[in-house]
């Protein structure tokens, strides 16, 4: 797997929402076993059936794909990548080098429209050699926060809601719950990841804005207006919730500190679901611990200079 962004970490506990096992191998590239679905994943750029690893260099690498199309037909097309540009590999010399092992081959090279791409990923200390199988659609720029039909400031980059849902458990036959939906770019992502999706929010402006944003990206989903402390939903009803508390303000629900409203939220998510996704401005892991949850991962993601987004993992 080649990973997007620069924290592996949390790129790796997203992708570990679509495999069994994620092993990260040098920056940038892991190894997975157990994929299912990856294409929705925001922090994996693509997925390649692993012929085997070498030294990060040409040669290494020339030598490796010596015989790895010996179960392969068609024609052939080989993409290299000088990941994050730590291997200071010539990736067009590449091409040529390892083209040429497969036209030795027999294979016949189609830049347009391969049968069969071979990708090879160079980068600190290891190269990484593979079929490809599979790409991750890279469309978050079309839904820009500004560019939705209803936007608010401070609303989070496609990119980073993919991931959280992802984390969280959106997936094709999942429910997930967003108690503080606020613009709906959560459940967009959520739901574009094949996850059936619920919104609720206090303000009914952010109400009729989320029902405005989910109809323009999905075409259907549930918005309701609630008090996320008392969630007008069933036990059990879904299988992964992300709260994005509010950042540095006071709750509007009437009477209501902010430790209140995220420790009462968060009591109310143990209700509804097994796992759940925090992120907040502050670090909340005494608040969730309080609330019964467990703490198994946290991230803290710079996105400014007077912000950082602490990632809480719970389940």
């Known amino acids: 797997m080649e990973l ?13 929402s ?3 096992a994620v092993d990260p191998v040098a920056p940038g590239v892991a190894t997975a076993r157990g994929i299912k679905a990856p ?20 040669a290494a690498a020339s030598a490796l794909v010596r015989t790895a199309g010996r179960d392969r037909t068609g024609t052939v097309a080989v993409r290299a990548r000088d990941v994050r540009g730590l ?63 209803f936007f608010q400031p401070g609303s989070m980059a496609p990119m980073d809601a993919r991931a959280l849902a992802n984390i969280a458990g959106a997936a094709p036959g999942a429910r997930l719950l967003d108690p503080m939906c606020g613009t709906g770019g959560i459940l967009v992502e959520a739901g574009l990841a094949g996850a059936a999706v619920v919104g609720v929010d206090a303000q009914a402006k952010m109400v009729r804005g989320t029902r405005r944003n989910l109809s ?9 207006r609630g008090d996320a402390t008392r969630l007008p939903v069933a036990d059990g009803s879904f299988d992964g919730a992300v709260l ?17 409203l995220v420790g009462g939220t968060l009591s109310e998510l143990r209700r509804v ?11 909340w892991s005494d608040a969730a611990e309080a609330a019964g949850w467990t703490v198994a991962d946290r991230f803290d993601r710079r996105v400014h200079a007077s912000l950082t987004r602490h990632v809480h993992v719970l389940k």
């Not at 294409?39 to 040409?58: K, M, Q």
């Not at 323009?216 to 309701?224: I, M, N, Q, R, T």
Request: aromatic share 6%; glycine share 10%.
């Open 4 to 16: 997007a962004g620069e924290d592996d970490a949390f790129a790796v506990r997203e992708a570990e």
């Open 18 to 20: 679509r495999c069994s």
């Open 39 to 58: 294409e929705t994943l925001a922090y994996t750029r693509r997925i390649c059936r692993l012929i085997g690893t070498c030294e990060s260099d040409v």
């Open 87 to 149: 291997a200071g590999v010539d990736t067009q010399a590449a091409e040529r080098r390892l083209g040429g092992r497969l036209v030795d081959q027999g294979f016949d090279v189609d830049l347009d429209d391969p049968d069969n791409t071979l990708v090879a990923l160079f980068s600190s200390g290891l190269a990484a050699l593979g079929w490809l199988e599979a790409e991750t659609v890279r469309d978050f720029t079309a839904r820009k926060p500004t560019d939705k039909p």
């Open 216 to 224: 323009a990206y999905l075409g259907d989903g549930s918005v309701l």
């Open 244 to 260: 994005d508390a509010p950042y540095g303000r006071q709750s509007k629900v009437a009477g209501s500190s902010l430790s209140d």
């Open 273 to 283: 679901a097994p796992r759940a996704v925090l992120v907040g401005d502050r670090v």
